[in-house]
């Protein structure tokens, strides 16, 4: 099983990433996909996730309105559109899979996490 997480990377406040996750070695379509950050000395906490059919998204309430999350069942891939970053947005980015059918914010429901990406938000 592999998550390869990319596209973080330094910008100001106001800007905009776009982040990608791609997915193998494992059913892509029968898993919930996530997005989860940590700061450093923070715990990780949730971002946003989607179901395989892309319906009854969630985000934390720290990002709506903000941050979309999105995937592409026929590639294995899942992004992150961060629109109006803010510094408080700087974090290690990391994408997660869950089998569960529902989806959760607890970190410890998902069974796959990549290795992160970095974002650095200045003002």
């Known amino acids: 099983v592999q998550l390869q997480a990319s596209g973080g990377g330094s910008v100001q406040a106001g800007a905009s990433l776009r982040l990608s996750c791609a997915a193998s070695g494992f059913r892509f379509t029968d898993h919930i996909m996530a997005w989860f950050r940590q700061a450093p000395g923070k715990e990780r906490e949730f971002v946003a996730a989607?179901?395989?059919?892309?319906?009854?998204?969630g985000y934390s309430d720290s990002v709506k309105g903000r941050f979309s999350i999105s995937r592409d069942n026929a590639e294995n891939l899942v992004y992150l559109q961060m629109n109006n970053l803010l510094p408080e947005d700087s974090a290690v980015y990391y994408c997660a899979a869950t089998s569960y059918m529902y989806v959760l914010r607890g970190a410890s429901a998902y069974d796959y996490w990549g290795q992160g990406t970095l974002v650095t938000v200045s003002s």
């Open positions: 989607i179901p395989a059919n892309s319906y009854n998204t």
